[in-house]
């Protein structure tokens, strides 16, 4: 189940800012953010975050700096195990991130770019704390590197944003009517 796969998640003894799932310290919702989201975990950059919607086993992608109602809130996976898959094959969760905007020439490139400041920095500490991090993900989870792209980008062609339920603040700050 989803939710206790992020609730063990969260137990881990891992540094999980090294993957781009910050979660420490109180989350504050962004006006954009779903009523009821259950937060995953941050990138920290841009008030992008990750959540769990209530009733739906997806992980959501909220991007507060997107500048458009329908693309506020993305699918970034089927299910959270999916979503650790996702991080494992690009080292992070940024990338996912980015999936929505980024043609598959430009996702390869990012991925590409990540592979060789790996491959640069392999003694960083940073390098070594992600490493870590994901290898006691996978053993923990089960869990298989599992290419992103193709998945998320057909998730997200399909999702209706209307399903999404929203607090007055998203709203006002829009300057839209209240479905």
Same mark, same amino acid.
């Given at each position: 189940?989803?939710?206790?796969?992020?609730?063990? %998640?969260?137990?881990?003894?891992?540094?999980?800012?090294?993957?781009?799932?910050?979660?420490?310290?109180?989350?504050?919702?962004?006006?954009?953010?779903?009523?009821?989201?259950?937060?995953?975990?941050?990138?920290?950059?841009?008030?992008?975050? %990750?959540?769990?919607?209530?009733?739906?086993?997806?992980?959501?992608?909220?991007? #507060?700096?997107?500048?458009?109602?329908?693309?506020?809130?993305?699918?970034?996976?089927?299910?959270?195990?999916?979503?650790?898959?996702?991080?494992?094959?690009?080292?992070?969760?940024? #990338?996912?991130?980015?999936?929505?905007?980024?043609?598959?020439?430009?996702?390869?490139?990012?991925?590409? *770019?990540?592979? *060789?400041?790996? *491959?640069?920095?392999?003694?960083?500490?940073?390098?070594?704390?992600?490493?870590?991090?994901?290898?006691?993900?996978?053993?923990?989870?089960?869990?298989?590197?599992?290419? #992103?792209?193709?998945?998320?980008?057909?998730?997200?062609?399909? %999702?209706? #944003?209307?399903?999404?339920? %929203?607090?007055?603040?998203?709203?006002?700050?829009?300057?839209?009517?209240?479905?």
């Amino acid at each position: 189940m989803t939710r206790d796969d992020l609730k063990t %998640f969260h137990e881990l003894d891992i540094d999980f800012d090294s993957i781009g799932l910050d979660w420490g310290g109180e989350f504050v919702p962004y006006f954009c953010t779903p009523v009821d989201a259950e937060y995953v975990g941050r990138i920290g950059c841009d008030g992008v975050h %990750f959540v769990l919607l209530p009733g739906d086993e997806k992980v959501y992608c909220v991007d #507060p700096s997107t500048g458009d109602a329908g693309t506020y809130v993305l699918p970034a996976a089927s299910d959270f195990r999916e979503f650790l898959s996702f991080i494992l094959c690009c080292h992070d969760a940024n #990338p996912l991130s980015q999936i929505y905007f980024l043609t598959e020439e430009r996702f390869r490139t990012f991925a590409a *770019e990540e592979a *060789e400041a790996r *491959e640069e920095g392999e003694l960083d500490g940073r390098f070594k704390a992600k490493d870590a991090a994901l290898a006691v993900i996978a053993e923990t989870f089960g869990v298989a590197p599992m290419e #992103p792209y193709d998945k998320v980008r057909a998730l997200q062609a399909a %999702f209706d #944003p209307g399903v999404l339920k %929203f607090s007055d603040e998203y709203y006002d700050t829009l300057g839209i009517e209240r479905e």
